[in-house]
Nanobody, 123 residues
Framework: QVQLVESGGGLVQPGGSLRLSCTASGSSFTINAMGWYRQAPGKQRDLVATITLGGATDYADSVKGRFTISRDNTKNTVYLQMNSLKPEDTAVYYC?????????????????WGQGTLVTVSI
C-alpha cells in the first residue's frame, strides 16, 4: 500500500507564494511520474503540473511562468512552488503518483492520490 501526504496549503494574499509538498510512503514501492491537480468549488479536477521520473515537466497554460514542479526521488517527494498567486488559483490541490506494478514480466501503473490540501488566495 502506498500513501501520499500533502502539506503546505493555506491562505495567501494575491501576489504571494506558497510551496506544496507531497511525500509517498509505504513498503516496497516504485513511483514513476508525479503530478499536481486542483479542483475549485463546483468545477472538475484539472491538471496543474506533472514531472516524470527523469525530471521532464509539463504545465497547464494558466500556471506557466508562475508555478514550478520539482521532485526529490531519494525522498519520494514532489513539490509545487507557486508564485504570483491569483484568486483564481484558489482550489484544493491534489498530488498524484503513478505506482509501478510488475508481475510475470508485465509492467503497469496504478494512480495513487493524496487527500488534498486547500489553497486560498484572497485579500
Amino acid at each position: 500500500q502506498v500513501q501520499l501526504v500533502e502539506s503546505g496549503g493555506g491562505l495567501v494574499q494575491p501576489g504571494g507564494s506558497l510551496r506544496l509538498s507531497c511525500t509517498a510512503s509505504g513498503s516496497s514501492f516504485t513511483i514513476n511520474a508525479m503530478g499536481w491537480y486542483r479542483q475549485a468549488p463546483g468545477k472538475q479536477r484539472d491538471l496543474v503540473a506533472t514531472i516524470t521520473l527523469g525530471g521532464a515537466t509539463d504545465y497547464a497554460d494558466s500556471v506557466k511562468g508562475r508555478f514550478t514542479i520539482s521532485r526529490d526521488n531519494t525522498k519520494n517527494t514532489v513539490y509545487l512552488q507557486m508564485n504570483s498567486l491569483k484568486p483564481e488559483d484558489t482550489a484544493v490541490y491534489y498530488c498524484k503518483a503513478e505506482r509501478v506494478m510488475t508481475n510475470m514480466g508485465r509492467t503497469w501503473y496504478v494512480d495513487v492520490w493524496g487527500q488534498g490540501t486547500l489553497v486560498t488566495v484572497s485579500i
